[in-house]
């Protein structure tokens, strides 16, 4: 599984965490975050994240900022991203479950890193329910984009 990632400032040493755990259940990680503390915009990062995931570069995105709400929010203006932010595993459950969720958005400043690990791992391992409900659901999302 590819799984592109991006972070800005507030979120280096949870990325590299999470980074390292995927790279060692033998995961490719594209690294599209900054890797130093240095001020900088959650747009620029998490934008790039959303677009290999749109493009097909990446299976799934897992974006990081200090609350995990702006990124997020930038990541849901590519068209054919779907961004949940997740507080933990239910939430992270269910997005796949019920939304097919393709970007996982957390907060380095809310959630501490083992529960990010297990939101991260949850996601990453739970399939869409392919209800008839949840896919009538995500074409109104879809249609929302054009």
């Known amino acids: 599984?590819?799984?592109a990632i991006a972070n800005d400032h507030a979120?280096?040493?949870?990325?590299?965490?999470?980074?390292?755990?995927?790279?060692?259940?033998g995961m490719e990680v594209i690294?599209?975050?900054?890797d130093t503390n240095d001020s900088c915009d959650y747009p620029d990062f998490g934008s790039k994240?959303?677009?290999?995931?749109?493009?097909?570069?990446?299976?799934?995105?897992?974006?990081?900022?200090?609350?995990?709400?702006?990124?997020?929010?930038?990541c849901n203006?590519?068209?054919?991203i779907r961004c949940a932010l997740c507080k933990d595993v239910t939430?992270?459950?269910?997005?796949?479950?019920?939304?097919?969720?393709n970007i996982l958005s957390m907060g380095a400043?809310?959630?501490?890193?083992?529960?990010?690990?297990?939101?991260?791992?949850?996601f990453l391992n739970t399939p869409f329910?392919?209800?008839a409900n949840h896919k009538r659901r995500i074409a109104k999302i879809k249609d929302l984009e054009s």
Not at 91 to 101: G, K, S, V
């Open 31 to 34: 690294n599209f975050g900054t």
């Open 109 to 122: 400043r809310t959630t501490g890193p083992e529960t990010a690990k297990d939101i991260v791992n949850t």
């Open 1 to 3: 599984m590819k799984i």
């Open 91 to 101: 939430d992270a459950r269910l997005t796949r479950e019920h939304n097919d969720a």
């Open 49 to 74: 994240c959303a677009r290999a995931v749109a493009n097909h570069e990446a299976d799934y995105g897992i974006v990081i900022c200090g609350t995990g709400i702006g990124i997020s929010i930038a």
């Open 129 to 131: 329910s392919e209800g």
């Open 77 to 80: 203006k590519i068209k054919g």
């Open 11 to 25: 979120a280096v040493a949870l990325k590299n965490e999470i980074k390292q755990m995927l790279e060692e259940q």
